[in-house]
């Protein structure tokens, strides 16, 4: 079973305050992933590493940034949260090889009012 | 990187077999097929990879055809417990990004 947690699980924040959603992974993965999903919507990519120090964006623009200072350690950060932030955001891990498993934890659902 | 097409959703009842197709015309040549499932309010979890011919596990198995262009995600016997999205992502070997798309909501009932 994987092991990747993500804190807090919800969170409901005012306009402007800055937020940072953490996430780690406990297997030793390279490859970390965030996603982010409305509800009853596609997943899109926003942010992924491919290790330490390493970080690009995703397929879908997002305003959030992300850094990768240690492998188990993939925070994702948002200086002025706005309503159109509010979302699910999932994270997940996976080793190079197979291609495309991934390991997602819980998700943070976050409301912006 | 290839389209699919799934059906959007899929009834079922609790101990029949549930196959779901999906369509991808314009896959690669390194590309897996690969399969999630997603839970409401969930994260996705990884269920089955193949390349070609038919690959078996504890929880489903898939069948992919000589020419690649299609896959059939088949789940035995379900229980109301398999209602759930499945999403069917093509993946290249060399990138392992996955593409969600609208997956399928398949709706086990009793």
């Known amino acids: 079973e994987a092991d990747i947690y993500q804190t807090p699980r919800y969170l409901v924040i005012g306009t402007g305050k800055k937020i940072t959603l953490e996430c780690s992974q406990t297997?030793?993965?390279?490859?970390m992933y965030w996603y982010q999903q409305d509800p009853g919507m596609e997943l899109h990519l926003i942010h992924y590493s491919y290790g330490v120090n390493s970080t690009e964006k995703g397929d879908l623009s997002s305003e959030s940034t992300v850094s990768r200072i240690r492998t188990e350690h993939f925070p994702l950060t948002l200086e002025s949260a706005r309503p159109s932030h509010t979302s699910q955001y999932l994270c997940?891990?996976?080793?190079?090889?197979?291609?495309?498993?991934?390991?997602f934890g819980p998700g943070t659902r976050l409301t912006v009012t | 990187l290839a389209k699919t097409t799934q059906p959007i959703s899929m009834d079922s009842y609790e101990g029949q077999e549930v196959n779901i197709t999906c369509s991808h015309n314009n896959i690669a040549t390194n590309d897996y097929i690969t399969w999630y499932q997603q839970f409401p309010s969930q994260g996705p979890r990884f269920i089955i990879q193949g390349y070609k011919t038919k690959v078996t596990n504890e929880v489903a198995s898939l069948f992919i055809p000589a020419d690649r262009k299609s896959s059939t995600l088949s789940l035995p016997r379900v229980s109301l417990s398999d209602t759930a999205v499945y999403y069917c992502l093509p993946v290249g070997s060399n990138t392992g990004k996955l593409i969600f798309g609208q997956g399928t909501t398949l709706q086990v009932k009793p």
């Open positions: 297997m030793g993965h390279d490859k």
């Open positions: 997940a891990s996976s080793e190079y090889l197979p291609p495309g498993v991934q390991y």
